[in-house]
T-cell receptor
Framework: GENVEQHPSTLSVQEGDSAVIKCTYS??????FPWYKQELGKGPQLIID?????GEKKDQRIAVTLNKTAKHFSLHITETQPEDSAVYFC?????????????FGRGTSLIVHP | DGGITQSPKYLFRKEGQNVTLSCEQN?????MYWYRQDPGQGLRLIYY???????QKGDIAEGYSVSREKKESFPLTVTSAQKNPTAFYLC????????????FGPGTRLTVL
């Protein structure tokens, strides 16, 4: 089955700095890569996603890059703000039982210091 | 969280009791999912259902059961056979026609005493 590794597990930055979270996956059939932000005690919220036919996608301060050959993808947050502090999860979605089921990384706790 | 509701937010049960967690969505989504989240872990798939009256086991289905009698509802029962049931449980659903994007509810924290 699919295996998703996510690093780092904790990331501490100063407000205004950039933050980068990296994920690798194992199943070459995976073709959809969402990123979720989870605040304490809440459900994960989709913040950005990328499909395998695209190398990069940007949405304001957030960008995601995908390298299918190397099987890794990354989340980039620029000009971080304290409200960006949360746990971020990557996922790789692969075919399973007629649908695409995501396998999640273990999460990165991002702390943005004012 | 959109139109996905989970209730209650906090649930306490005694060891040996079965407990049912509610998940309802008014988004007309076809597929629904249950995940378990433990500290420092990713989300692990318990069960999923792509259509009414059909569901499949995920990676950690042992000790859990589900039903999908209505499109809007996908309740999860944590049975006494689940050895370590204390966790944060998340329900998700997928829009009709999409094969990948999932949207999550707010979660239920279950504590078994």
């Amino acid at each position: 089955g699919e295996n998703v590794e996510q690093h780092p597990s904790t990331l501490s930055v100063q407000e205004g700095d950039s933050a980068v979270i990296k994920c690798t996956y194992s199943d070459s059939a995976s073709n959809y890569f969402p990123w979720y932000k989870q605040e304490l005690g809440k459900g994960p919220q989709l913040i950005i996603d990328i499909r395998s036919n695209v190398g990069e996608k940007k949405d304001q301060r957030i960008a995601v890059t995908l390298n299918k050959t190397a099987k890794h993808f990354s989340l980039h947050i620029t000009e971080t703000q304290p409200e960006d502090s949360a746990v971020y999860f990557c996922a790789a979605s692969h075919p399973r039982g007629g649908s695409y089921i995501p396998t999640f990384g273990r999460g990165t706790s991002l702390i943005v210091h004012p | 969280d959109g139109g996905i509701t989970q209730s209650p937010k906090y649930l306490f049960r005694k060891e040996g009791q079965n407990v049912t967690l509610s998940c309802e969505q008014n988004l007309n989504h076809d597929a629904m999912y249950w995940y378990r989240q433990d500290p420092g872990q990713g989300l692990r798939l318990i069960y999923y259902s792509q259509i009414v009256n059909d569901f499949q086991k995920g990676d950690i289905a042992e000790g859990y059961s589900v039903s999908r009698e209505k499109k809007e509802s996908f309740p999860l029962t944590v049975t006494s056979a689940q050895k370590n049931p204390t966790a944060f449980y998340l329900c998700a659903s997928r829009p009709e026609g999409r094969t990948d994007t999932q949207y999550f509810g707010p979660g239920t924290r279950l504590t078994v005493l």
